[in-house]
């Protein structure tokens, strides 16, 4: 298992002297595991048995990849399978919640016969908040848009006292998105993803230099705090890399797990490392998000 990001240098002294509500931190793990395509009974114990050892060992948030408790390639399970609000995984994850904040994805049926790929976030005995895949891959070895309803909001909700955000794998690359959370004071983006590994060489797998681009993008340009959650195994011959890393708002990524074995990535996030972020760089206060709707407007009108 990864450690934890230390400190900077001379960091804790200066976050001895900045007011409280910048003080606060918050350990997370990160779980990069190979769910059971179609078997969600299976999927749940694995949850429960990593959320006990994650409770044991003093985290207080545990992100699960995309998918997490079903796997990826549904098809037509998907509708067999999708977590309802009020049935026994949600309630179980709720009990499971009471102890440590959850964020779990799954196909998820909140209407009749309409299935969402989402990532749901639990804490304190109770669902929190839902963010739906608005981003649907479908070509090559991806089928999403033939199994799901896309979703059409980029919310943030709270995680403690940060601002938060979710992103689902191929909406993380497209940085519009996650400038929306940008520009919305998000302390904190989590990235959950189901990628597939290409090309392992002596430098890693080739493929994940997209993702890790955009983790240096959000951290340094967006002043987040980034966690990104990618599972691995196999499905229908399809290879799924790992590679989850976290990366310091302002730093870049400084933690990174294993690629293509199981592991678990701890961070320590602080609040503190975003305001240092935004006073170095002043990209959020100089951002200037009304002319960027105006030129939107003008470019899809023209």
């Known amino acids: 298992m990864a450690a934890a990001c230390q400190l900077g240098p001379g960091q804790r002294a200066v976050v001895s002297q900045l007011p409280l509500c910048y003080i606060s931190s918050m350990k997370v793990r990160a779980i990069q595991f190979s769910p059971t395509l179609g078997n969600s009974e299976k999927n749940l114990q694995s949850h429960i048995s990593h959320v006990s050892r994650a409770v044991r060992d003093g985290c207080e948030l545990i992100v699960f990849p995309e998918l997490s408790l079903s796997g990826y390639h549904l098809k037509d ?16 994850l709720e009990k499971l919640s009471k102890k440590i904040d959850i964020i779990v994805g799954a196909p998820l049926e909140e209407d ?20 739906r895949k608005v981003q649907l891959p479908n070509y090559g070895m991806f089928e999403e848009r033939m199994i799901f309803k896309p979703g059409d909001d980029f919310r943030t909700f709270k995680i403690g006292t940060m601002t938060a955000g979710i992103l689902i ?13 940008f520009i919305q004071k998000t302390d904190l983006l989590i990235g959950i993803s189901n990628s597939p590994q290409r090309g392992i060489g002596k430098d890693g797998v080739s493929s994940f230099q997209l993702w890790e681009t955009m983790g240096y993008v959000f951290s340094q340009f967006y002043h987040q705090n980034y966690v990104f959650v990618n599972r691995v195994g196999f ?3 399809i290879g799924f890399g790992g590679g989850s890393f ?3 708002a302002g730093q870049g990524i400084c933690r990174k797990a294993k690629y293509v074995e199981e592991d678990m990535l701890d961070a320590v ?18 951002e200037q998000p009304q002319l960027v709707l105006k030129e939107l407007q003008r470019i899809l009108h023209a």
């Open 112 to 131: 009749a016969g309409i299935i969402y790929n989402a990532a749901l976030y639990f804490a304190k005995g109770k669902w929190r908040h839902t963010h």
């Open 246 to 248: 976290f990366a310091r």
């Open 235 to 237: 499905e229908d011959g």
């Open 169 to 181: 794998c191929r909406e993380i690359l497209f940085p519009m998105l996650a400038y929306l959370y």
């Open 269 to 286: 996030i602080l609040p503190a490392d975003v305001r240092r972020a935004r006073l170095a760089s002043n990209y959020l206060r100089d």
């Open 77 to 92: 399970l998907a509708c067999d399978i999708a977590l309802k609000q009020g049935g026994r995984e949600w309630r179980e």
